[in-house]
Every structure is written in structure tokens, then in C-alpha cells.
């Protein structure tokens, strides 16, 4: 006779010395039941390794680093990984995942899983070059525009557009 069915003992908290016992009673009413002494329970280690949320497209290489050496980064993104340190290339749009596990010296695996995302660049085109006589002036405006966007100019002007009036060359 198998028994089917399994259950997991998760406590909540670091104990020792627990007597586990399991009671089973089949379909004939007929019981059996088992135990085991659990001499200790070790804690999971508290882990964390820095991520931003949000990286635009084509950002720096970013590097990882865990809270405790000697585990191991898994990602798409990770271009290398060594010594609980992972180097990460946001160049491609979406939403990624990145998992941190570390194995204590009690053989207890700790797992760590992060995600962020990859947004693309907003679309800036002012037109051509182009060239301008002294005296004229010229509106300079992003030709796709979107209420969505903020704009900073050279000038430290805000606005959509500006005006470029008699510039000193």
C-alpha cells in the first residue's frame, strides 16, 4: 500500500527538538500514523541585492551586488557573473527577472527574486540642420510631440518649442 499524498512541514519559526506526527485514516476508517523528531530548525538567510525598478534603453551597464557573498545571480540580461556580483545591460525592452540563491553551510537554500524593467527612449527629432542669417530667428520643436513628454532645453527653457532669436555665434 502507497501512501498518495504528501505534506510539508513549513514552520514559521527557528525551533528545535518538534515532534512531527502524521495521522492518516483511509477510506475503511483504518489508521496509521508516523512521526519524527525534528532536532532544529535553521533560519533562511535574509537576502537582497540591489535593482532599480526601471532602466531606459540603452543605460549603462549596471552592476548587482548581493547582501551575502557566495551565491549566484540568474537573469537574460546578466552579461557576467562572479563572486555574488552580476553585471547587467539594459538593451533590450520589457520586463526582466533576476533570482539571487545562496546555499548556507547548514545546506539551507535562499532565494532572492527581483524584477525590473527595461522602457524605451522617447522619440526627439528637432528636424534638419539648418542654417540661419543674422537677424532671423527660427522655432526649434520636437516634430513628435507628445503632451507625455517633459522637455529641457540648452537654455534651461521647458516649453515644447523655443524661439532662437539673433544667436550670438
Keep these: 500500500f502507497e501512501l498518495e499524498q504528501s505534506y ?15 495521522s492518516y485514516t483511509n477510506e475503511f476508517g483504518c489508521t496509521s500514523v508516523d512521526s519524527q523528531m525534528v532536532r532544529e530548525v535553521f533560519p533562511l538567510q ?4 540591489n535593482l ?5 534603453f540603452g543605460d549603462p551597464i549596471d552592476t548587482l551586488t548581493a547582501s551575502i557573498a557566495g551565491g549566484v545571480f540568474e537573469g537574460d540580461l546578466i552579461q557576467s557573473s562572479f563572486d555574488s556580483t552580476a553585471f547587467i545591460a539594459p538593451n533590450t525592452l520589457g520586463e526582466w527577472q ?20 527595461v522602457a524605451p527612449l522617447p522619440l526627439v527629432d528637432l528636424g534638419n540642420d539648418t542654417f540661419l542669417i543674422s537677424g532671423e530667428s527660427i522655432v526649434l520643436s520636437n516634430k513628435i510631440d507628445s ?13 515644447s518649442s523655443i524661439i532662437i532669436e539673433n544667436p550670438a555665434f
Design 8 to 22: 510539508f512541514f513549513n514552520p514559521s519559526e527557528v525551533l528545535s527538538n518538534v515532534l512531527v506526527t502524521y
Design 46 to 49: 535574509d537576502l537582497d541585492f
Design 52 to 56: 532599480k525598478d526601471l532602466y531606459c
Design 98 to 117: 533576476f533570482t539571487y540563491s545562496f546555499v548556507d553551510t547548514n545546506a539551507c537554500l535562499s532565494i532572492l527574486t527581483r524584477q525590473m524593467k
Design 147 to 159: 503632451t507625455a513628454y517633459s522637455y529641457s532645453w540648452s537654455n534651461g527653457a521647458t516649453s
